[in-house]
C-alpha cells in the first residue's frame, strides 16, 4: 500500500458528514458572488448588448443613444480593450467580436447605475449588421464539411480485418442532443480595483487561475495585477470551467475603466442563450460480432458539434474517443473524430466531459443490436466485459476489472434482476398499453486530466499559534463536496479534530498556476497536496514532540516559541501517467471508476410518457472519504444523466425563417430539468466495499463524473419497454433524449415493425419499420445489417 | 395613507420610493437578506421562495410563493418570512436542521427555497408528523440540479412536528395581516371593486395584477414596464365562493385557495390542482388571472371549458355573464373591455357525471402542457347525453372540440364510440411544432385522450 492512500485508523476521512456549508446553505447564510453586491457600494451593473443573428458582420455600433439614458455611466466597446481583445485560450473567442457568430453573442456591454439603467442602455445602442450565412445544426455542417480544431483517431488492431472475419456486422448512426447545464446560479462577476491597481475580480469560476489569466491579458496587465476569488459556487457541472472568462474580462475592464467595482450577472436567458453546453453528438459505425455476441471490430467516426468557437472541444471529443469501448474489449478498433464549426453558443464542458458521449455511441449499439443478435442485452452487455490484462483502444491496460464483475453481480443480486425480469415480462404480458422494461448497464470511466499537466495541484496550511488550521487549495467548490473532504483531509492527516481545522475561499494569490476544478480529479490532485502540506508541518512538528506525545495545542505552542515553521505549501502531481495526444495513446488515466445500474420503467403506450420504479447502484469510489459526499454525488449525478437522456431538450430554431439559429428553449419554462417528480420511486444506491485504491489520496476514487452515466440504464429500460409494444426480436431504435413524445414515436415503430432476430446465423427481415405518422422529431436510425442487405440483393 | 412597509422576519420594512417593477425578491437581496436567489425569475425553480402569511379561516397560513414575480409594493402590510427567518446557522429550524444532516444541500443555491417551501408544508395545520404526513407535492415547484431529490425528500419525510411554543406555529393561530388600501406613483391597491373601477377608468392603460404569476414574467424577462399597476387580489368582491346553488368562484382567490375550499366538490378541477403548475404558483395564480391572460395552453381553461362554465364580468356599468366558450377571441385576445375585471368564475350544477383531465408534457410535475385534454359526459342508459370537451395547447385559444362532442353526443358509450370520436379529435385544433412537441405528437395526443380514459376505466382487463 502506498503512503498516499494507508489510513490512520482514527481517520476523519470516511466519516459521514454533511456538507461543510450545509448550515450555511439552509439558513441562507452562504455568500454566492452576485451576494457580495449587496454589501458593495457603488456598484455599476453590466448589460449585453446581443445579436439577434447567427452570423453576421457588425458594421456600425453607436452608443451615443445609450449614453443619454439616465444612469448609464459607460458603454465598453472592442475600442476600450487595452490588451487582447479575447476571452478564449485558442485565441479564437474575441470578447467583442466584429463578426457576430452567433444569436445573443455580446457585441458591447452597458454599465449602469441600475441594472434597469444598464438593461436600457442596452436597448438604446445601435447596432448595423450585415447578416452573412450560418450553418445551425450539426447535419448541415457535416454536410458543408465545415470543422474546426483537429482530427483525431483512435485506431488498434486492423479494423477492416476485424469487420471481414465478424460473423455478424450491423451499421447504423447514433445521435445525441446536447445539454444545458443549468447550475441554479448563472455566471456572475464582481471586480474591482484595489490598491495600487490590482485587480481583484471574484467570479464563479471552477478555473479561477485561467480566469486570473484571461482578465490579465485582456486587461494588458501581468498575472500578478490580478486576484481571483471564488467563494463558492450554485453549482458548475462543467460550465464554468472555461465560459466564466469572459464575463470576468468585463467586469474588470469596467472596473479599471469607471474606478467603481462593476457586477456582471447574467440573466437565465442570458446564461442559456449567451454560455457553451454539453457537445451534442452524431456517430457513424459499423460493428461486428462473432457468434456468441463478443464484438471484435468497430469503426465509426464521432462528430461533435463544437459551436463557434473550439473552447474545449478538442479535449472534449478526446475523452469521447477513449470511452467509446466504455467496459467492453473490442479487438479492432478504428475511431476517427471531428468538431463541426456551428453557429451557436461554444459547446464546453459538462460532467464527463465527452465521456457520456462516447460510451452513449457503444451502449446504444448493444442496445439495439442484442436484438438482431437474438441475446438478451444483459448477458450481450456482461459477456463483452474487459478482463484481466485487456487494454483500451488507446492502450492502456485496464486495471482491477474484476470489480465491475463484482459491481454487476451486486447489483443483480441486490436488485433481485432475474425475478424481476420475470415480473417484467408477466406485466407486459397483461398490459397492453402499458409496459415495463429492466435493463442494467455498466460504467467504466477513466480519471485524470487527459492533458498530463493538468493533473498537479497546491494547497497552503497554516496553523496558527492557537492550534486551529486553515487551509487553501487550489480546487473549488460547487457543490460537489471538495471543501468537505479536503478538511477531512487535513484533520486525518495532522491528527486533530475537524473543527480545528477550516477552509479558506478559493484564491489565486494563495495557491497559483491551479488546474480547473474538473475531470472528477480535484479530490485527487487537491487532496494530495493538502496531505502534502500538512505533513511537511508535521514533519517538524514530531521533531519538536521527540516523542512526548503533547497534546496539539501545546505541541503547536512549543514549536512557535522554537521558531518553527507551522505553515507549508503543498504540492501533488500524479504519478505515472502520460499521453501521446498526436497518436491519441498512451496511459492518460491514474484509473478507472466503476459503476453499475439497474433500472425499471414504465411507459404509457398512449402517450410515451414513462417514469422510472426502481433504481439500483453499486459504485466504486475506492475506500470513500466522505460517504454522504459520495452517495450525494452518485445520486446526483445518475438524476442529472436521467436529464440528459430523457427529458432536457435544447431546440434551436433550424428553419431559414427570421428567428434561424436562435435557441428556443431558453428559459426555465421552456427547457425542462428533472423535478421532484422524475425521482425514481425507489432508489438503492450502495458504494462498492473493499475497493481501496491504490496510490490515490487515502484510498478513495473519484466521484463527480462518473455516476452521470450510471442514467444509461434507464435510457435501455425504456429501449426494453418499447420493444415490449412490438413484436419479439424488434430492435428499438430510441432519439436521444428520450422525451415522451420520442418514446411514444419509437412505440409506434415498434408496433408496425416486423418481427426479425437471427436465427442460425442469418438474420432475418428489418428491423424498425418506417412509422404510420410522420416523425419530424426523430432522425432516421435504423441500424442496418449487412448480411440481410446482401440476402436481399443490395449493394 | 401611511407610507407602505412590510414586515420581514418580524422586522418593518420600508417600502417607499420601490420601483413598481422592482419584485420582491430583489427588495430582499436589496434589504441584505440575500438568503432568497434568482435561478429563473419565472416562478419555475422555487430558488426565491418565501412564506407569506396568508388568510386561512380565523387564523393564518405561511404561503409559501415566488419572491421572483411578486411586486415589493403588493407587500404593503403583509408580513414575510424567508430563510434567514426560520434559523440561524448556530439555531437551525427543523427543517433546516433535517436538510442539513440528511445532505440535502450541496451547492446551496435552490436550499434557502426550499426550506421556506418545506417549513410552509412543516406549519400546515393538521399536518401528521412521520412519513405519510409531509405532502411531497410542496415542493414540486423548488428545482434542485446536485442531489437529484433523494436527501430532500427523506428530510422532508422524517420531519416531525412544530414545538409547542414555536413562534411561526403561534402566528398561524392569529389573523392574518389586515389588507391594506395602498396608493404611491404608479401603484394602487384599491380598498373595493368600485375603487379598483375607477382606477381602471382613470388609467386605462393600467395593468391589472393579483398573484403576478405572468405578469411577473414579462416584467422580469422581457423587460415590460407597467404605467400604472392595480392590484385586485383582495378585493373582496372578487373573493367569495358558493356552492349551493351553480357554483361561484370568486375570481382573486388562488388556485390553491379555490383547490382547498372545493375539495372534491368539482372532481374535474381536483384532478387539474396537482398538474397544475406547482403549489408555489397556485398560491399566487388566481382563477381570474389565469383566464384573463389567456394562454392558449393553460390547464384550468380546458377543464372549464368542459364545465361549461361562464365569467361574471363587472364594469362602472355593472355585471355581464360571459360563457367561457365565448370568452377568448384570438391568441392572448379577450372579450374583456377597458376597464372591466373578471369577477367570478361560474360552474353550471349539476356536475357532468364523468370526467377526466389528461395533461401531456415533457415532465410530469410543474410543465406546460404540450396537449391538455378535459372532458366531461353525461350517460344515462349507456347512451352519451352531453359531451362537453375543452383542448388547450392546439390552437391560438382553449377550445371547444365539437366536432369530437357532436360524435359522441347521442352515441352509445362503447368503445366502438371512443374510437369513431377519437378519430374525430384527432383533427380538432390547428396545432403548431414548437419546442414543446410536434403538431403530429399533438394531434396522436389527442386522438388517445379518449382511448386511454376509456382504457384506463372501463376497460375489464386493465382495470385488474
Known amino acids: 500500500m502506498s503512503r498516499l492512500s494507508e489510513r490512520p485508523d482514527d481517520a476523519v476521512v470516511g466519516l459521514a458528514l454533511p456538507h461543510e456549508s450545509a448550515a450555511l446553505h439552509v439558513t441562507g447564510h452562504a455568500l454566492y458572488t452576485d451576494d457580495l453586491v449587496h454589501r458593495t457600494p457603488h456598484v455599476l451593473h453590466a448589460h449585453p448588448v446581443c445579436s439577434p443573428h447567427p452570423h453576421a458582420r457588425v458594421t456600425r455600433v453607436d452608443a451615443a443613444p445609450a449614453l443619454a439614458v439616465p444612469g448609464v455611466v459607460r458603454v465598453l466597446t472592442a475600442d476600450d480593450v487595452p490588451g487582447v481583445n479575447d476571452a478564449g485560450v485558442k485565441h479564437d473567442e474575441p470578447l467583442f467580436p466584429d463578426v457576430v457568430m452567433f444569436v445573443g453573442h455580446a457585441v458591447c456591454w452597458v454599465l449602469g447605475d441600475t441594472l434597469e439603467a444598464a438593461r436600457r442602455g442596452a436597448a438604446a445602442v445601435e447596432v448595423d449588421y450585415e447578416p452573412l450565412p450560418a450553418i445551425v445544426s450539426l447535419a448541415e455542417a457535416i454536410d458543408a464539411e465545415h470543422f474546426q480544431g483537429g482530427r483525431p483517431v483512435v485506431a488498434r488492431g486492423d479494423v477492416q480485418a476485424g469487420l471481414a472475419g465478424a460473423a455478424h456486422v450491423f451499421s447504423g448512426v447514433t445521435e445525441m442532443a446536447g445539454q444545458e447545464h443549468f447550475y441554479l446560479e448563472t455566471h456572475a462577476s464582481l471586480a474591482l480595483v484595489d490598491e495600487g491597481g490590482q485587480v481583484f475580480v471574484q467570479s464563479s469560476t471552477q478555473h479561477p487561475s485561467e480566469t486570473q489569466e484571461i482578465v490579465a491579458h485582456v486587461l494588458g496587465l501581468d498575472s500578478h495585477h490580478v486576484t481571483v476569488q471564488c467563494l463558492r459556487m450554485g453549482g458548475g457541472f462543467g460550465g464554468k470551467e472555461m465560459q466564466p472568462h469572459g464575463f470576468a474580462a468585463v467586469a474588470a475592464l469596467g472596473a479599471v475603466l469607471t474606478g467603481r467595482p462593476v457586477r456582471l450577472r447574467l440573466s437565465r436567458t442570458h446564461d442559456m442563450t449567451m454560455t457553451g453546453k454539453r457537445h451534442g453528438f452524431h456517430a457513424q459505425w459499423r460493428v461486428g460480432f462473432d457468434d456468441d455476441g463478443r464484438l471484435t471490430a468497430l469503426e465509426a467516426t464521432l462528430t461533435s458539434d463544437g459551436g463557434w468557437s473550439l473552447d474545449l472541444s478538442e479535449p472534449v471529443l478526446a475523452r469521447a474517443l477513449c470511452h467509446v469501448d466504455n467496459a467492453y474489449w473490442i479487438p479492432h478498433v478504428l475511431l476517427h473524430g471531428r ?24 451502449e446504444d449499439i448493444l442496445g439495439r443490436c442484442a436484438p438482431l443478435l437474438g441475446i438478451d442485452a444483459v448477458d450481450l452487455r456482461r459477456r463483452n466485459f474487459y478482463v484481466d490484462g485487456q487494454a483500451t483502444p488507446y492502450g492502456q491496460v485496464v486495471r482491477h476489472p474484476e470489480r465491475l464483475v463484482a459491481a454487476w453481480e451486486q447489483v443483480l443480486a441486490s436488485g433481485d434482476v432475474v425475478r424481476r425480469r420475470a415480473e417484467v415480462a408477466a406485466f407486459n404480458a397483461a398490459h397492453p398499453h402499458r409496459k415495463r422494461g429492466l435493463a442494467v448497464t455498466p460504467v467504466k470511466f477513466g480519471i485524470s486530466f487527459n492533458f498530463t499537466a493538468f493533473n498537479q495541484a497546491g494547497a497552503l496550511v497554516h496553523v496558527y499559534k492557537d492550534g486551529s488550521v486553515l487551509i487553501n487549495h487550489g480546487g473549488t467548490e460547487m457543490g460537489q463536496g471538495l471543501h468537505t473532504k479536503m478538511l477531512q483531509v487535513a484533520a486525518t492527516t495532522l491528527g486533530v479534530p475537524l473543527a480545528k481545522v477550516r477552509v479558506a475561499p478559493t484564491r489565486t494569490d494563495k495557491v497559483p498556476n491551479t488546474s480547473a476544478t474538473a475531470a472528477s480529479s ?20 514530531r521533531e519538536v514532540d521527540a516523542g512526548r506525545g503533547l497534546a496539539w495545542e501545546e505541541l503547536v505552542r512549543e514549536a512557535y516559541f522554537s521558531r518553527v515553521q507551522l505553515w507549508a505549501a503543498g504540492f501533488y502531481r500524479t504519478e505515472g501517467i502520460h499521453w501521446d495526444s498526436t497518436r491519441m495513446s498512451g496511459h492518460p488515466f491514474k484509473y478507472f471508476a466503476y459503476g453499475v445500474a439497474a433500472a425499471e420503467v414504465e411507459v404509457d403506450g398512449f402517450t410515451g410518457a414513462h417514469r422510472t420504479r426502481r433504481v439500483d447502484v453499486v459504485h466504486d469510489v475506492g475506500d470513500s472519504l466522505s460517504p454522504l459526499v459520495d452517495l450525494g454525488q452518485v445520486e446526483g449525478g445518475f438524476v442529472q444523466g436521467v436529464g440528459w437522456l430523457t427529458m432536457e431538450d435544447l431546440r434551436w430554431d433550424e428553419t431559414d425563417g427570421p428567428g434561424r439559429g436562435r435557441l428556443t428553449t431558453q428559459s426555465a419554462s421552456t427547457y425542462k430539468l428533472p423535478s421532484l417528480g422524475e425521482l425514481p420511486d425507489e432508489f438503492n444506491v450502495a458504494l462498492l466495499e473493499r475497493a481501496h485504491e491504490d496510490g490515490a489520496v487515502y484510498g478513495s476514487k473519484a466521484v463527480g463524473e462518473p455516476p452521470l452515466m450510471l442514467a444509461f440504464a434507464v435510457r435501455e429500460a425504456l429501449r426494453e419497454a418499447v420493444a415490449a409494444f412490438g413484436p419479439d426480436g424488434v430492435s428499438v431504435e430510441l432519439a436521444s433524449p428520450a422525451t415522451p413524445e420520442a418514446v411514444f414515436w419509437a412505440a409506434e415503430r415498434a408496433r408496425a415493425a416486423v418481427p426479425g432476430h437471427l436465427r442460425g446465423g442469418v438474420v432475418e427481415g428489418l428491423p424498425g419499420a418506417v412509422p404510420d405518422r410522420p416523425d419530424p422529431a426523430a432522425p432516421a436510425l435504423h441500424p442496418r445489417s449487412e448480411q440481410a442487405a446482401h440476402a436481399a440483393g443490395e449493394a | 395613507m401611511p407610507d407602505p412597509q412590510v414586515t420581514v422576519n418580524g422586522q418593518p420594512r420600508p417600502l417607499a420610493g420601490t420601483p413598481t417593477h422592482t419584485n420582491v425578491l430583489d427588495f430582499l437581496r436589496g434589504l441584505g437578506l440575500t438568503g432568497a436567489k434568482e435561478g429563473c425569475a419565472e416562478g419555475e425553480c422555487g430558488a426565491c421562495a418565501v412564506m407569506i402569511a396568508r388568510p386561512d379561516g380565523a387564523g393564518c397560513r405561511w404561503t409559501p410563493v415566488n419572491a421572483c414575480l411578486v411586486p415589493a409594493l403588493a407587500l404593503d402590510g403583509q408580513e414575510v418570512v424567508t430563510a434567514e427567518g426560520l434559523g440561524t446557522p448556530e439555531r437551525l429550524h427543523p427543517v433546516q436542521a433535517g436538510l442539513a444532516a440528511a445532505g440535502g444541500s450541496q451547492c446551496g443555491y435552490c436550499t434557502p427555497g426550499f426550506a421556506c417551501s418545506m417549513a410552509a408544508e412543516y406549519y400546515r395545520p393538521g399536518r401528521e408528523a412521520g412519513p405519510e404526513g409531509f405532502d411531497l407535492h410542496a415542493i414540486a415547484g423548488n428545482l434542485c440540479r446536485c442531489t437529484g431529490y433523494r436527501p430532500i425528500r427523506d ?9 409547542s411554543a414555536d413562534p411561526l406555529a403561534e402566528r398561524q393561530g392569529s389573523p392574518a395581516p389586515a389588507v391594506v388600501a395602498t396608493r404611491v406613483d404608479g401603484f394602487a391597491r384599491p380598498a373595493d371593486l368600485a375603487e379598483a373601477l375607477a382606477l381602471l377608468a382613470e388609467h386605462p392603460d393600467a395593468v391589472v395584477v393579483a398573484g403576478s404569476t405572468d405578469w411577473g414574467v414579462e416584467a422580469n424577462l422581457r423587460g415590460r414596464r407597467a404605467s400604472y399597476v392595480v392590484a385586485v387580489d383582495r378585493l373582496p368582491e372578487l373573493r367569495g365562493l358558493s356552492t349551493g346553488g351553480p357554483v361561484e368562484i370568486g375570481a382573486a382567490l388562488t388556485l390553491s385557495e379555490v383547490e382547498a375550499a372545493l375539495g372534491d366538490t368539482v372532481p374535474l378541477l381536483a384532478d387539474v390542482w396537482p398538474l397544475f403548475a406547482s403549489p408555489l404558483i397556485r398560491n399566487g395564480a388566481t382563477i381570474g388571472g389565469n383566464l384573463a ?95 362537453r370537451i375543452g383542448l388547450g395547447g392546439v390552437a391560438a385559444t382553449p377550445l371547444r372540440a365539437r366536432a369530437t362532442e357532436a360524435a359522441l353526443e347521442g352515441r352509445p358509450w362503447t368503445q366502438e364510440t371512443v374510437e369513431a370520436a377519437s378519430r374525430v379529435l384527432a383533427g380538432e385544433g390547428t396545432p403548431i411544432d414548437d419546442q414543446r412537441a410536434s403538431a403530429a405528437y399533438r394531434s396522436a395526443m389527442l386522438g388517445n385522450a379518449l382511448r386511454a380514459w376509456w382504457f384506463e376505466e372501463w376497460d375489464e382487463e386493465q382495470s385488474r
Open chain 2, 155 to 163: 428530510a422532508a419525510r422524517a420531519l416531525g412536528g412544530p414545538a
Open chain 1, 522 to 541: 480535484s479530490t485527487d490532485l487537491n487532496g494530495g497536496a493538502v496531505k502534502d502540506a500538512c505533513e511537511q508541518v508535521l514533519a517538524r512538528l
Open chain 1, 339 to 362: 468538431v463541426a464549426r456551428t453557429h451557436k453558443t461554444s459547446q464546453t464542458a459538462f460532467r464527463g466531459f465527452g465521456g457520456p458521449q462516447g460510451m452513449l455511441v457503444v
Open chain 2, 293 to 387: 391572460t389567456a394562454s392558449p395552453i393553460g390547464d384550468l381553461a380546458p377543464a372549464l371549458l368542459a364545465l361549461d362554465a361562464t365569467l361574471v364580468l363587472a364594469s362602472a356599468s355593472g355585471d355581464r355573464e360571459v360563457a367561457l366558450a365565448d370568452f377568448f377571441t384570438g391568441y392572448r385576445e379577450t372579450v374583456l373591455r377597458a376597464g372591466e375585471l373578471i369577477r367570478a368564475v361560474r360552474v353550471p350544477t349539476p356536475l357532468p357525471t364523468r370526467t377526466t383531465f389528461r395533461k401531456i408534457a415533457k415532465r410530469r410535475y410543474d410543465d406546460i402542457s404540450s396537449v391538455a385534454v378535459a372532458a366531461a359526459l353525461d350517460v344515462v342508459d349507456g347512451t352519451v347525453v352531453r359531451a
